[in-house]
């Protein structure tokens, strides 16, 4: 189900084509995930990257991460003291959160730094599925 065509019914969430996971050359523990996330599901898909979005080591411990909806990092707007609640739409283009009409798909960036050899991100867990997280290239 890509763009504009109809999910399959009881669908979740995929990877449209394959994520990219590299290790930035200057820091060898580090990895980053970059793809594209596309909803396979009958109903709009809701997630907001800090609290829905969960990594998964080998053994299902979850891994310290950012996640942001967002080809990149970026900097915030808010100053990191800012209290006051971040309207929804500035929540989306911020890429704390994503609204995913079914079909469509919204870019994804996870970083996080591996601790150990069994430390490595397997999977990526969301209310609307689990998918795969491939090795670094």
């Not at 969960?54 to 950012?66: E, F, I, N, Q, S």
Request: no cysteine; charged share 30%; net charge positive.
């Amino acid at each position: 189900a890509g763009a504009g065509s109809l999910p399959a019914a009881g669908g979740k969430l995929a990877w449209e084509g394959k994520p990219e996971v590299f290790t930035p050359r200057t820091l060898p523990r580090d990895r980053i995930l970059t793809a594209d996330l596309r909803n396979d599901t009958l109903k709009e898909v809701d997630l907001n990257a800090a609290k829905d979005v969960k990594l998964l080591d080998r053994r299902g411990r979850p891994v310290v991460h950012t996640t942001i909806f967002l080809e990149g990092f970026g900097r915030d707007i808010y100053p990191p003291r800012y209290r006051r609640k971040v309207p929804l739409q500035d929540q989306i283009r911020l890429g704390l959160r994503a609204k995913i009409k079914p079909g469509d798909s919204v870019p994804i960036t996870a970083a996080w730094r591996v601790r150990s050899r069994d430390g490595a991100v397997v999977r990526m867990q969301t209310p609307a599925g689990v998918l795969g997280v491939p090795s670094p290239d």
